[in-house]
Nanobody, 115 residues
Framework: QVQLVESGGGLVQAGGSLRLSCAAS????????IGWYQQAPGKQRELVAS???????SYSTAVKGRFAITRDNAKNTAYLQMNSLKPEDTAVYYC?????????WGQGTQVTVSS
């Protein structure tokens, strides 16, 4: 069983920065694709960034150039550096670890950006 725990959310003013962390238990982290998702009130959960086991990254159009996803396999932890935050980035952020046949989600961390 793998557990993912997100942290680092909070309240920040527009233009500010936050760094989210996703700490994983278990041994599958290094071979998993890690994704960060956002879910705003009343909206579907959407992928904002992902990173493969080899370190290749991809981003949604809305966050490209402002967010950066990284991973530290030695620490079983993934990060989402969020810069130039906007009120529309307000959401619960979830991390997901996936590999063939397995998908694990964290419990989410709230990010609120005030204007």
């Amino acid at each position: 069983q793998v557990q993912l725990v997100e942290s680092g959310g909070g309240l920040v003013q527009a233009g500010g920065s936050l760094r989210l962390s996703c700490a994983a238990s278990g041994s599958i982290f290094s071979s998993s694709v890690i994704g960060w998702y956002q879910q705003a009130p009343g909206k579907q959960r959407e992928l904002v960034a992902s990173i493969t086991s080899g370190g290749s990254t991809s981003y949604s159009t809305a966050v490209k150039g402002r967010f950066a996803i990284t991973r530290d396999n030695a620490k079983n932890t993934a990060y989402l550096q969020m810069n130039s935050l906007k009120p529309e980035d307000t959401a619960v952020y979830y991390c997901k670890a996936s590999r063939p046949g397995f998908v694990y989600w964290g419990q989410g961390t709230q990010v609120t950006v005030s204007s």
